[in-house]
């Protein structure tokens, strides 16, 4: 889906001077106020009526960092979700050491499990 937009932006606009996808409508660099302008007008378009006024994606970089957080809540390691961002392990724990599951309880029973120290109640 993603890569069908991607061509048909390419076949309507093609690329900046310098073979970037996006440009301003002279070819050169975008602004941030233009960034910002496309967001705010694409906002309504792409949220259900109940959230655009919500804090959700309020600005681009919110979706890096809704991004970073669903990997990590979805049980990637945090080396694998660093790598992928393209920051240190310690950026993310320190920066989303909320998201991330340190509870003791659940990580004892991991530990029992990769040791085989529990009991099938079976």
């Not at 910002?36 to 890096?64: G, M, T």
């Not at 724990?93 to 340190?102: E, L, S």
């Amino acid at each position: 889906m993603l890569v069908a937009i991607l061509r048909a932006h390419l076949k309507e606009f093609g690329t900046a001077k310098d073979g970037r996808l996006f440009s301003n409508e002279r070819g050169d660099l975008l602004g941030t106020s233009s960034y910002w302008r496309v967001w705010q007008e694409a906002r309504p378009l792409a949220l259900p009526p109940d959230k655009v006024d919500s804090p959700l994606a309020r600005k681009p970089y919110h979706l890096r960092a809704t991004c970073i957080t669903n990997w990590l809540r979805a049980g990637l390691p945090v080396a694998e979700v660093a790598r992928r961002a393209g920051n240190s392990p310690e950026v993310i724990h320190r920066r989303y050491a909320g998201v991330i599951d340190d509870s003791e309880e659940e990580n004892n029973k991991k530990i029992e499990r990769t040791m085989g120290w529990t009991v099938d109640p079976h």
